[in-house]
């Protein structure tokens, strides 16, 4: 065989094999095919094959299913080397409709002989496939046209995501203003982000320096921690030398990441030799020498002692954190980049609005004296 040849029966093979390993994975895919070529090849009977390439492309290769299924191959199933379950439902149907067809016949034409009885049940045999075929034949068309309507609607649906998303790049920055910039520009995504990286920094920091029950002493120095951060963003971007304003933003929003993991650190490692952590590695190393069957020598035991130790007192640390974060936005309502609600002024603007379905002089007065009311509150 020619190299030529062989690598375009490779491709062959190649191709074949990537058909069954979507059928049943890539792992298979080799036995299978190696399985299905060497039942044909018992076929011959120990007959030579005097043209490979043809024997191959012939009787080798091509997939010989039995059913309607894509799994089956000369009735085996190909994910599991057994018989074929649809095969075998389709040999069950046609024994089922050749002994009705022979018992209608025995009924409807009696005194036949049984040559011309054989000729009749194949005859109307013949005619119940040729009616099954062109059953299955309209069901495949139907299926076919249901398969283009729906792909149809897949295409359309993907047409109108476009537009949507087409639309939704096309649609200024809410904070800037600036065009296409697809609801929210970069520079004003990395100060938003900032905004909140910034909340968190001061939050750690405030939460191991200041005391939590004096809510105005919280605010001011989550005011003054707020602004050194800021400061210490900036002046890390400044020495970057970036010019661009959405790079800068992202500078300063990498620095304040920085500062914030280096707080949580810190305050770990503070937490970590507390009393709270005192308390809970002990606990811990209690109950792990109580179990001490559990282990085959006294390293062992230490080892894990030291390690359950290690555990509890970052537990601790970490959960004793959460709890001082979640007393610093208690005593911080209003968080960095957060507006609080001027709700007299709402009810003002609202008790002067009109009720839908009145008008006159009545109403407008009584949205006067509720306005004036919610003002005078």
Request: hydrophobic letters at 45%.
């Amino acid at each position: 065989m020619k190299p030529g040849a062989q690598l375009w029966l490779a491709g062959l093979v190649r191709g074949e094999l990537d058909r069954i390993a979507d059928l049943v994975g890539l792992d298979r895919a080799a036995k299978v095919l190696a399985g299905r070529l060497e039942r044909r090849q018992g076929e011959l009977f120990g007959s030579p094959v005097t043209d490979p390439v043809a024997w191959i492309l012939g009787r080798g290769l091509p997939q010989r299913p039995g059913c309607w299924s894509v799994l089956c191959d000369d009735g085996r199933r190909m994910n599991t080397g057994l018989g074929c379950d649809s095969c075998e439902a389709v040999v069950g149907d046609r024994r089922e409709l050749r002994a009705r067809v022979r018992a209608e016949v025995a009924a409807e034409v009696a005194g036949l002989g049984s040559t011309e009885r054989r000729a009749e049940v194949e005859r109307r045999l013949n005619l119940g496939f040729l009616r099954q075929m062109a059953t299955d034949l309209i069901r495949l068309e139907r299926s076919d046209a249901e398969a283009a309507l729906r792909l149809e609607a897949v295409e359309r649906r993907r047409a109108e995501l476009a537009a949507e998303e087409a639309a939704r790049a096309s649609q200024p920055c809410e904070d800037c203003g600036v065009a296409d910039a697809g609801g929210l520009c970069l520079g004003c995504t990395a100060a938003r982000r900032l905004a909140e990286e910034v909340r968190r920094a001061v939050a750690v920091a405030v939460a191991m320096r200041a005391d939590l029950t004096d809510h105005q002493a919280v605010r001011e120095l989550s005011a003054r921690i707020e602004a050194d951060t800021l400061a210490s963003a900036t002046a890390a971007a400044d020495g970057q030398s970036v010019d661009d304003p959405a790079a800068r933003a992202f500078a300063r929003l990498f620095t304040v990441r920085q500062i914030h993991a280096q707080r949580t650190r810190r305050a770990l490692y503070r937490l970590e030799r507390g009393s709270v952590a005192d308390a809970a590695a002990e606990q811990a190393c209690w109950a792990t020498r109580r179990r001490t069957s559990q282990y085959a020598n006294v390293a062992d035991l230490t080892d894990a002692v030291a390690k359950a130790e290690t555990k509890a007192r970052a537990a601790a640390a970490r959960d004793l954190l959460d709890q001082l974060l979640a007393d610093v936005e208690r005593a911080l309502p209003s968080a960095v980049g957060q507006r609080q609600t001027d709700w007299a002024s709402v009810l003002s603007d609202l008790a002067d609005r009109p009720l839908r379905g009145e008008e006159g002089p009545a109403s407008v007065g009584f949205g006067q004296s509720v306005g004036a009311l919610v003002r005078a509150a």
